[in-house]
């Protein structure tokens, strides 16, 4: 009593996780629940399937178009990201996972991009061009968590290196549509795009941004103001309720085209014009990274599921000046887009999924309806029969014909009536009982769980 006491009176603090001596020699202590760090997310049963379904519509997209998968580390030395997505992008300012391992600073991956574009000049795969890859898995920023913006969320993304005409940025495009068209949601999705142009026509546009910014300073949040000396644009991107009045008057970049640019952005509406890809060009749409230049794009959904800001499922760009700024010898165009996986899972249809019901193996006493459990091991019978019951699976199995175990605990006399509950909570849709009698004449009752009849079968009758 006085312990309970005690312990309601300290001052509430984090109780490590013990270890099991620990907790034996001391048997009062209850261990914490183990919990999940904030903005991650676990993730099984349907929403699993859900993942598997879109990854799998991906690659067959990937695949369709020839991509290749590549798969690149989780880590990267910090520089990868530290020296292209920009010093003053959020991701990089305030959202990097990083720490320091002996003397290397390392990160864990908050995109996809660098790190490929990392792995092409490792592998000397830039005087091997052109190149066309597709990856998906885990990134990791540090935001702060909402419906659909998570801290560990997964992408899948393509990369196309060395092809620098808009046709490649119209094919990017086109099979964007395509992967989100094949994921059935109850949704549509629009098309926004925008020209950064190149660097010259951006240069131009970031003198007038700044003028304007500054004349409206005193009503964009502080972030923004830090942000109008070092890099304009990167307000452009903010998602601060505060600077959007502002952001929405800002000139727009059209107007400082260069001829070149202006050719190139006609030549993309153009292409998706012609493909009958609906899109909207949205001339303050930059994209919250610091390497894209012209061809930038994003595929909102409409879906109120996903929140206001999180709306974004697929969103891209070119970005030609990456591979060098990495340490590339030569200048390689690049384009590529990431879709979220978690956004697409949450507004994808449940029934998309179709699970392939099971056939359950069921070891009974008789058909007095009486469960046989294992009993003792060195003693009893009965692990032959449940050894019988395992062989069947095994049988089913190597017949492709998916297949639950029922294992019954050692003391179980529940009914059949009881563990033939359980089976159909397993969705199957048919039991195998196996007792003694089936066993002696090498047979099997097979009974119609939906139907609910059941015949006496041989074993070979069933896998044929
Ligand atoms: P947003 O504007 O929503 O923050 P972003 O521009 O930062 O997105 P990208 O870096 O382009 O996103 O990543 C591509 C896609 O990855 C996004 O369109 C989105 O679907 C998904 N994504 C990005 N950040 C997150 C996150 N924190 N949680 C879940 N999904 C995310
Ligand atoms: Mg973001």
């Known amino acids: 009593m006085y312990l309970r006491f005690m312990l309601r009176s300290l001052p509430q603090q984090r109780i490590p996780i013990r270890t099991i001596s620990q907790v034996a020699g001391n048997p009062i202590n209850r261990i914490e629940p183990a919990r999940s760090?904030?903005?991650?997310h676990d993730r099984f049963g349907i929403e699993n399937e859900k993942f598997t379904h879109i990854q799998k519509i991906g690659t067959s997209i990937a695949k369709l178009y020839c991509f290749e998968q590549i798969s690149t580390p989780i880590l990267e030395f910090s520089q990868v990201f530290e020296r292209t997505l920009g010093s003053e992008s959020d991701i990089v300012g305030k959202e990097l996972y990083s720490f320091i391992d002996h003397d290397?600073?390392?990160?864990?991956?908050?995109?996809?991009?660098?790190?490929?574009?990392?792995?092409?000049?490792?592998?000397?795969?830039?005087?091997?061009?052109?190149?066309?890859?597709y990856y998906h898995g885990p990134m990791f920023r540090r935001e702060r968590p909402q419906k659909g913006r998570l801290r560990q969320f997964e992408q899948f993304g393509i990369e196309m290196f060395g092809y620098e005409n808009p046709t490649s940025d119209i094919e990017i495009i086109e099979m964007a549509w395509a992967f989100l068209n094949k994921i059935d949601t109850d949704t549509s999705f629009e098309l926004e795009i925008n020209s950064l142009a190149d660097v010259e026509s951006r240069a131009h546009y970031r003198e007038v941004v700044k003028d304007y910014l500054s004349q409206n300073a005193s009503r964009l949040s502080s972030d923004s103001v830090?942000?109008?000396?070092?890099?304009?644009?990167?307000?452009?991107?903010?998602?601060n309720p505060e600077d959007i009045p502002i952001i929405q008057n800002c000139p727009s970049i059209t107007e400082f085209y260069n001829t070149i640019s202006a050719e190139r952005f006609n030549a993309v509406c153009q292409g998706l014009q012609k493909l009958e890809i609906p899109y909207k060009i949205n001339p303050r749409l930059v994209r919250g990274l610091d390497y894209y230049e012209d061809t930038v794009f994003e595929f909102k959904c409409t879906d109120s599921r996903l929140g206001a800001s999180q709306g974004t499922v697929l969103a891209g760009g070119r970005?030609?000046?990456?591979?060098?700024?990495?340490?590339?010898?030569?200048?390689v165009p690049g384009i590529g887009w990431a879709a979220g996986l978690n956004r697409l899972a949450a507004i994808l249809r449940d029934d998309i999924v179709v699970r392939e019901r099971p056939i359950a193996v069921v070891i009974i006493q008789d058909r007095d309806k009486v469960i046989l459990s294992a009993g003792n091991y060195s003693t009893s019978n009965n692990m032959m029969f449940y050894c019988y019951g395992l062989k069947i699976?095994?049988?089913?199995?190597?017949?492709?014909?998916?297949?639950?175990?029922?294992?019954i605990p050692n003391a179980n006399h529940s009914s059949l009536k009881t563990i033939l509950a359980n089976v159909v909570k397993t969705n199957a849709s048919h039991a195998i009982l196996v007792g003694e009698k089936e066993i002696m004449n090498d047979k099997v009752i097979l009974k119609d769980l939906d139907l609910r009849i059941q015949n006496e079968y041989k074993l070979e009758d069933i896998t044929n």
Do not use: C
């Open 104 to 133: 290397d600073k390392l990160t864990l991956r908050p995109e996809g991009t660098a790190g490929i574009v990392r792995a092409l000049i490792s592998n000397n795969m830039d005087r091997d061009l052109p190149k066309r890859f």
């Open 393 to 407: 699976s095994k049988v089913l199995r190597s017949h492709n014909i998916k297949t639950i175990f029922f294992h």
């Open 37 to 40: 760090v904030r903005g991650t």
């Open 226 to 239: 830090k942000r109008i000396s070092t890099n304009p644009l990167r307000v452009l991107d903010s998602k």
């Open 319 to 331: 970005y030609d000046n990456l591979v060098q700024l990495m340490g590339g010898k030569e200048k």
